[in-house]
């Protein structure tokens, strides 16, 4: 147990489903982080909030939307996916935004979508 | 282009053998972190290395932050089936200290 948790652990939906990826920590950190894990891919960073502020949008399409409305919560919005979105999404939290900080993550959602 | 190429991609070796797996990239970081990935799990920090030709030891884990800081290698003695899993490099990259992640090394130790 790492202190931050995803739900759902699984999540199917269809091309034109609407869902939402929440992560929680209960770790006092200020800043969190969305990450994409695919099969054939290097974990790659998506979004980075701290202090509830976003600081970094890796070239994400707009049909994935962060929302983080306190530092403990964070939200990742789906709608109108593709199949190669399908993938593992992790959320990770530090105590502040440095590379040195250790980054806890949570387990992940695992995504698939049809 | 990736930035950090890890190798062996996979590893199946027997338990008690030694391993090396390495983590190489053309650029320089200011720090590189070690995870460690288990099957349904986000990965956990293993160890931060953050100034050039640094050895930390872990138990039976030994990492090493080359002179340049630009490539990494973790060696493990002993092996034992609990350190089965998925073994990421990330090399810090600018100023908001974000991370940049190899594809890892998948380690299988057989009993």
């Known amino acids: 147990e790492t202190g931050v948790t995803q739900t759902p652990r699984h999540l199917v939906m269809g091309m034109t489903n609407k869902k939402s990826l929440k992560c929680e920590q209960h770790?006092?950190?200020?800043?969190m982080y969305w990450y994409k894990q695919s099969a054939k891919k290097p974990l790659e960073l998506m979004f980075v909030?701290?202090?509830?502020?976003?600081?970094e949008n890796n070239s994400v399409p707009s049909r994935f939307s962060p929302e983080c409305p306190n530092s403990s919560h964070l939200f990742l919005h789906l709608h109108t996916l593709q199949p190669e979105d399908s993938a593992l999404y992790l959320c990770a939290s530090s105590p502040g935004g440095s590379g040195t900080d250790t980054q806890y993550f949570g387990p992940g959602t695992r995504l698939t979508v049809l | 282009t990736q930035l950090l190429e890890q190798s062996p991609q996979f590893l199946s070796i027997q338990e008690g053998e030694n391993l090396t797996v390495y983590c190489n990239s053309s650029?320089?970081?200011?720090?590189l972190q070690w995870y460690r990935q288990e099957p349904g799990e986000g990965p956990v920090l293993l160890v931060t290395?953050?100034?050039?030709?640094e050895v930390k030891k872990l138990k039976r884990l030994t990492f090493q932050f080359g002179d340049a800081r630009k490539d990494s290698s973790l060696h493990i003695t002993a092996a034992q089936p609990g350190d089965t899993g998925l073994y990421l490099c990330?090399?810090?990259?600018?100023?908001?200290?974000?991370?940049?992640f190899g594809k890892g090394t998948k380690l299988s130790v057989k009993p």
């Open positions: 650029s320089v970081f200011s720090s």
């Open positions: 990330a090399g810090e990259r600018g100023s908001q200290g974000n991370l940049i």
């Open positions: 909030y701290s202090l509830e502020e976003r600081v």
């Open positions: 290395v953050v100034t050039g030709g």
């Open positions: 770790l006092g950190h200020n800043a």
